[in-house]
């Protein structure tokens, strides 16, 4: 159990990392008018685990912060990520060992 809960923590980290310099990537590549990340690939970054890092990207670069999308989609993520933790953490020991 507990060499999951590390690679756990350590996932988490990795996708947080992964979607916040993604962010910053597509920044820099916005400004010099390179070929852009698309969105599709920082929502599935941020699905997987990666949307803490993906809002703090957004607002550190500034980027995608006038895209509703966005704005609106990343925290609901976020939320629901959070909810979905609560629920494993609250389930009985019974329900996850099956």
Do not use: C, W
């Not at 910053?24 to 390179?34: C, E, N, Q």
């Not at 997987?48 to 925290?75: E, L, N, Q």
């Amino acid at each position: 159990m507990y060499n999951a809960i590390i690679v756990l923590i350590i996932y988490f980290i990795g996708t947080n990392l992964t979607g916040f310099f993604l962010m910053g990537i597509d920044k820099r590549k916005a400004i010099k008018g390179a070929f852009r990340i698309p969105e599709a690939t920082l929502f599935i970054v941020a699905l997987i685990g990666g949307s803490a890092g993906s809002i703090a990207g957004m607002y550190v670069f500034h980027h995608k912060t006038r895209h509703p999308a966005f704005v609106y989609g990343m925290p609901a993520i976020l939320i629901l990520q959070a909810v979905l933790v609560i629920a494993v953490l609250n389930a009985p020991i019974e329900f996850l060992t099956i």
